[in-house]
């Protein structure tokens, strides 16, 4: 059976840049998905990193029932309650600056909108972001995104630029100590920006934690400094919270850590629990000046009645859950297993992230820090045949790096059973490794 439907989708699909897992799902109920034999797969990368509040959640599922049959999509130029109950939720988890939403569908969509807004209120067109960022896969968005997918395509939208992505693993940064020079690296950045730019830098797009650049965490205090450096450009600050938005790192939002407001604020995957629902949010004072220089952005599902309601119904079940508290006390459990790993096995490099969005790092040894694709592949296979399913992020000069993170919802035991087929995994590979 299995067979025939990879032939049929070989004949059918197009191709999208990912090697297809070798399961047929069937369905997907909390923290685990079920292939066509009805065996249980934990799923430790919540979707596409999307589902925070697991698979059929009931809340999600009498949401999108209810909406479908009363009020599910709109002429984008009409209102609906919903959207202003969604705009007003959010708007009570973020401060005063980030009053004013804009209800869109993916986050690529939002991050073009973002990128609209911050062009228009400036004046200007020149885009920072960092070299292992990803941030969508339409034009502005991809032409922000340095992780994969540039070549090929003919040329970029002009005017972007990167930031040295602030690896303390990996970067060449150092201090005398041999400690990672974050400050260094960040100024060095800019003053390379400064020399590329004609003058018309309009903004930073930034994500708090880079998920697909290998779950690189920004260091303490880097965010200030940016906020700062953009400040003395005229620069607006543009956070990308797709993945480390509502609870994902054991705060609301990562940027509250730093106590760094930024400009623009952009909000998918989790904000939709695994539907498609996006939003862009920024003040008054950027709104009102957009507004007034003509600020388009009229789409099809703009504004859309269902997607307010499934966002709303998002919000409600973390904050009546207490999501983000438990997002923090299972983040340090998870944590100290991966620590345990660490100090353990020689292919385990490094450990970091935080809440439930961490990443663990494979290397041929902790001495030379040389990738180890191979090794992570086999490790993803045989998490997988043991039912786990792990994301492997495989850059140039980066080794395998696992993202880990589950959905917020997910149980103590059921986190500590997929660390446990993790463990296991781990240790297969390192006795092989040892034995070539």
């Known amino acids: ?90 708007a009570a988890t973020l401060p005063p600056e980030l009053g004013k939403t804009l209800l869109l569908s993916t986050g690529a969509e939002s991050n073009e909108a973002a990128i609209k807004l911050a062009k228009l209120y400036t004046g200007r067109y020149e885009i920072v972001s960092f070299d292992r960022s990803w941030h969508g896969m339409s034009q502005g968005a991809a032409s922000a995104t340095y992780s994969a997918g540039r070549r090929g395509y ?58 697909s650049g290998g779950i690189i965490e920004l260091p303490p205090g880097y965010l200030a400094r940016l906020r700062e450096l953009c400040d003395e450009r005229g620069m607006l600050l543009i956070l990308d919270e797709a993945q480390t938005g509502l609870g994902r790192t054991g705060t609301m939002y990562a940027f509250e850590r730093d106590g760094v407001v930024p400009d623009l604020l952009t909000l998918s995957k989790t904000l939709g629990a695994g539907l498609p629902v996006a939003a862009v949010l920024t003040g008054e004072r950027v709104e009102r000046v957009c507004h007034e220089r003509g600020f388009l952005f009229f789409t099809t599902h703009v504004s859309d009645p269902l997607a307010a309601t499934v966002g709303a119904t998002v919000l409600s079940v973390i904050q009546r859950e207490g999501l983000v508290a438990r997002a923090a006390a299972l983040g340090e459990q998870l944590a100290t ?45 045989d998490c997988l045949a043991r039912g786990l399913h792990l994301n492997i992020v495989q850059l140039p000069g980066m080794g395998g790096i696992f993202r880990i993170a589950p959905p917020l919802t997910v149980t103590e035991a059921e986190l500590h059973a997929g660390l446990d087929i993790l463990a296991t995994s781990i240790e297969r590979a390192a006795v092989a490794a040892l034995a070539m």
Do not use: K
């Open 1 to 90: 059976m299995d067979s025939r439907f990879w032939e049929d989708a070989d004949r059918l699909l197009i191709r999208y840049g990912t090697t297809f897992s070798p399961r047929v799902i069937e369905r997907a109920a909390g923290a685990h998905v079920y292939d066509t034999a009805g065996r249980p797969i934990l799923d430790f990368t919540s979707g596409q990193m999307s589902s925070v509040l697991g698979h059929a959640h009931p809340d999600i599922v009498s949401a999108v029932s209810t909406a479908i049959s009363t009020l599910d999509h709109l002429y984008s130029g009409m209102l609906s309650r919903p959207v202003l109950d969604l705009a007003e939720a959010l």
């Open 154 to 211: 003919g040329p970029p939208t002009p005017g972007n630029f990167t930031l040295p992505t602030p690896n303390a693993y990996r970067s060449p940064f150092r201090a005398a100590d041999g400690s990672h020079d974050w400050r260094a690296e960040l100024e060095y950045g800019f003053a390379m920006v400064d020399r590329q730019s004609s003058g018309s830098l309009a903004a930073c797009l930034v994500e708090p934690i880079l998920s």
């Open 337 to 381: 297993r991966l620590g345990e790993l660490r100090d353990r096995y020689d292919i385990v490099g490094d450990v970091r992230g935080r809440g439930l969005l961490q990443g663990l790092e494979l290397v041929t040894d902790r001495q030379s820090r040389t990738p180890a694709d191979e090794i992570g592949q086999r490790i993803t296979h």
